[in-house]
């Protein structure tokens, strides 16, 4: 028995401020009809896949800024991707700023089933950056400014015939994200992401620097939790400025399976078969069997790092 998701990681060339979102969701749609020639049934973007990475210019007025925001899914410059999707039975998740009735501002990522219906909702957790302009930084990432801090938790859905749940950008390195989702039996971790080539803080950091965090941080959450993750990029350079690439998909082993080699728009087919996954979660990753939750207490107790628990040992 097998359960195969044929899932394709639809990374994105950069998106510039002046492009319209019809022509971005026309680019998507041509990336969804490439992917279901190929055989995907699954078609995963990337994070705020509709506009630019718009946190890295600086607005006084927030407001703004809410200009990059949608306030209807599907509203009318996404209907046609939705529509598409419905008509090529490919199911669908993708990332997009989202600006509530209530006035609240969230960076969220949705699951979209194959009759175009959204089935789930993921707002970004782990925001990086600041809140105020930092004239010390080489670039802005102003996603503290813009976002507020998700409030929907980690959850895990049954999708497409397995447990899917997603993250997005910066959650993909916290081992939080995917213990929360493992606990809940994840098999499909998909998160999409704009990762800038250059550290603000530390100019010695080099590009292959990032590229080596991003892998070791996905591989890391699937091996761990024995999970497929499947990483999208928006990549290349946006408004001057440059996102890697590195668009992947990782085994429950933590071996990648294929990764994208170039920044342009472009697909990932990968057959995954979440049968896969079982060998680790009942073996070396059998939570219920090898966890000791009762050494864990800090990491609720603590959000930063406090005094050390350590005693000297009593002589004998
Ligand atoms: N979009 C996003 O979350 N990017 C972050 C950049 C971190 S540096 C402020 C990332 O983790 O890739």
């Not at 998160?191 to 892998?215: I, K, V």
């Not at 429950?252 to 990764?259: A, K, S």
Request: proline residues 6%.
């Amino acid at each position: 028995m097998s359960r195969i998701i044929t899932v394709a990681a639809a990374q994105l060339g950069p998106n510039q401020k002046a492009d319209s979102r019809a022509a971005i969701v026309g680019r998507m749609i041509a990336l969804m009809e490439e992917a279901h020639g190929k055989g995907a049934t699954f078609i995963v973007y990337p994070e705020l896949a509709l506009t630019t990475f718009f946190p890295r210019w600086y607005a006084e007025d927030r407001a703004e800024m809410d200009q990059w925001f949608e306030r209807a899914m599907p509203g009318p410059d996404t209907q046609p991707l939705f529509d598409r999707a419905r008509t090529l039975g490919m199911a669908m998740s993708f990332g997009y700023a989202e600006l509530t009735p209530e006035g609240r501002h969230f960076n969220t990522s949705i699951l979209v089933d194959r009759s175009g219906r959204i089935v789930a909702k993921y707002r970004k957790i782990h925001l990086p950056g600041h809140v105020d302009y930092d004239p010390e930084r080489s670039h802005q990432h102003l996603e503290k400014r813009y976002f507020e801090p998700g409030d929907l938790g980690f959850p895990v859905w049954e999708f497409e015939g397995g447990r899917v749940g997603m993250a997005i950008c910066n959650d993909r390195r916290w081992p939080e994200t995917y213990r929360v989702m493992g606990l809940q039996g994840v098999e499909m971790v998909v998160l999409g992401f704009n990762t800038p080539s250059a550290n603000s803080q530390r100019a010695s950091e080099s590009m292959a620097d990032r590229m080596f965090h991003h892998r070791l941080s996905c591989q890391a959450g699937a091996y761990q939790n024995a999970t497929f993750v499947v990483a999208v990029a928006k990549a290349g350079t946006e408004d001057g400025h440059h996102l890697t690439g590195g668009t992947l998909v990782v085994d429950p082993n933590g071996r990648l399976l294929g990764e994208l080699d170039h920044e342009a728009d472009g697909v990932l087919v990968v057959a995954c078969d979440l049968d896969e996954t079982r060998f680790g979660k009942e073996t070396i990753f059998d939570f219920a069997r090898h966890r000791r939750v009762e050494h864990y207490g800090l990491i609720l107790e603590r959000t930063g790092p406090g005094a050390p628990l350590g005693r000297p040992e009593q002589p004998a």
